[in-house]
C-alpha cells in the first residue's frame, strides 16, 4: 500500500514468538506496528473496552495471537470481521485459546476465518489444557502449493530451505478446511495435518496458522 502498512499485533500470552514477530515486522520501514497485549489474568475486567479500535480503519492487517475470545467481546469481533469483510488482512495465530479453544467459533470471526472449528473445541482458563483440540509435535511444516506466502527462497531451493526449519512444538487441531474458492492449504505437516490455510472474506484476506 501507498505510504505503508499499518499493523496491530492483538497478545494474550506473552509467548516467545511474538518477540521475533514484532523485531521482524519492526524491521521493515514501510510497516509501523502496534502492539496490544490482553493478559489473561486481567480476565475480571474482560471483554477489554476497545473503543472503536475495530471500526476506525486504522489498520491494514491484524496479528490474532493466543487471546481468548472472551477477552474482546461480540461486539468488538463483529467489528473486526467487518474490517476484514471491508477489504483487510487477518492473521489468526495457534495457541491454547485461539481458534476453537478460544471460543471464536460462535462468533462473527468464524466466517471470516478458512478453517472449520470443532464444536465442541473450548479451552476453559483454570483447567487442565485439552490435548484433544491439538497436534502435538513436533510437525515439520512444509509447502503444499506455490504461493507468495511459502516462498522462502526461489526455484528449487524453496522446499530445502522449509526443511531446514525447526519443527513446530505443536498445532491446533480443526475439524476441516472450508471447501469454498479462495482457499487454499498453504502448507502441512508429513502426515497430511493442514498447518496454514489462506482465504478470502468479502474484499479482504485471512491466514490461519495452527
Known sequence: ???????????????QEQKFV?????ASPDIDLDF????RRL??????????????GDYDAYILGDVDSAAFGAQSLSQLALEIENGKGIIALGGFHSFGPGGYRTTAMADGLPIIMDRFARQEFDQPDEVRWHVPGPLQMLPTRTHPVTELAPGAANESTWRELKPLKGANRWSDIKQ????QLLAEAPDGTPLLVAGEYGKGRSLAFA
Open 22 to 26: 514484532r523485531w521482524a515486522l519492526d
Open 1 to 15: 500500500l501507498e505510504g505503508g502498512l499499518r499493523v496491530l499485533y492483538l497478545e494474550g500470552e506473552p509467548r
Open 43 to 56: 480476565r475480571a475486567s474482560w471483554p477489554v473496552n476497545l473503543g472503536n479500535t475495530f471500526g476506525r
Open 36 to 39: 496490544q497485549w490482553l493478559p
Open 180 to 183: 469454498v474458492p479462495g482457499v
